[in-house]
Antibody, heavy 116, light 108 residues
Framework: EVQLVESGGGLVQPGGSLRLSCAAF????????MNWVRQAPGKGLEWVSV????????YYADSVKGRFTISRDNSKNTLYLQMNSLRDEDTAVYYC?????????WGRGTLVTVSS | EIVLTQSPGTLSLSPGERATLSCRAS???????LAWYQQKPGQAPRLLIY???SRATGIPDRFSGSGSGTDFTLTISRLEPEDFAVYYC?????????FGQGTRLESK
């Protein structure tokens, strides 16, 4: 079955770090760019970052640039998001989503709560 | 950054009626690189439309997209009970992807 499964969310204090993972199943992971998109409680969608499938080029939203790092391990069919210097406003459900421009496959999300 | 503004914020309609949702961009979206998503409570978004007017796999033909430049529209020709949800537009004409704030489609 074609699916994405996120993990790694949880409660973290402001200034802390967390690493999210997204495991991909049912498609050739290395052929596709992958994204992280987040949604704060009761709010809309915010694109966070993208990594290409081949040359590992990356882009970030201004709100996370310098604090978050996206990476991938094609041998493990897994996408990562390393989140450092976390702030209250980073509290959200984090989704991984497949493909470079529009997102035809999404995971169910993992909740990150930043609070003291 | 391209800002997308969706209207109305909330749309109240009955099953069987026609829904028209608007998405306006702060600058022209190149090559009509605009997508629409549907999101139901507790679920991930689902891709409906890409390239402004192409339906994604498995999307019923009551959903259609149109527009170009700065003005785009999602139309649902005859609402089914399962269509009541939040809808987001998204532009991918620049390396910094942005979403609209969403339109909530509720049952009257």
């Amino acid at each position: 079955e074609v699916q994405l499964v996120e993990s790694g969310g949880g409660l973290v204090q402001p200034g802390g770090s967390l690493r999210l993972s997204c495991a991909a199943f049912g498609f050739t992971f290395s052929n596709y760019a992958m994204n992280w998109v987040r949604q704060a409680p009761g709010k809309g969608l915010e694109w966070v970052s993208v990594i290409s499938g081949s040359d590992n080029s990356t882009y970030y939203a201004d709100s996370v640039k310098g604090r978050f790092t996206i990476s991938r391990d094609n041998s493990k069919n897994t996408l990562y998001l390393q989140m450092n210097s976390l702030r209250d406003e980073d509290t959200a459900v984090y989704y991984c989503a497949k493909d470079r421009w529009y997102f035809d496959l999404w995971g169910r999300g993992t909740l990150v709560t930043v609070s003291s | 950054e391209i800002v997308l503004t969706q209207s109305p914020g909330t749309l109240s309609l009955s099953p069987g009626e026609r829904a028209t949702l608007s998405c306006r961009a702060s600058q022209s979206v190149s090559s009509s690189y605009l997508a629409w998503y549907q999101q139901k409570p507790g679920q991930a978004p689902r891709l409906l439309i890409y390239g402004a007017s192409s339906r994604a796999t498995g999307i019923p033909d009551r959903f259609s997209g149109s527009g170009s430049g700065t003005d785009f529209t999602l139309t649902i020709s005859r609402l089914e009970p399962e269509d009541f949800a939040v809808y987001y537009c998204q532009q991918y004409g620049s390396s910094l992807i942005t979403f609209g704030q969403g339109t909530r489609l509720e049952s009257k």
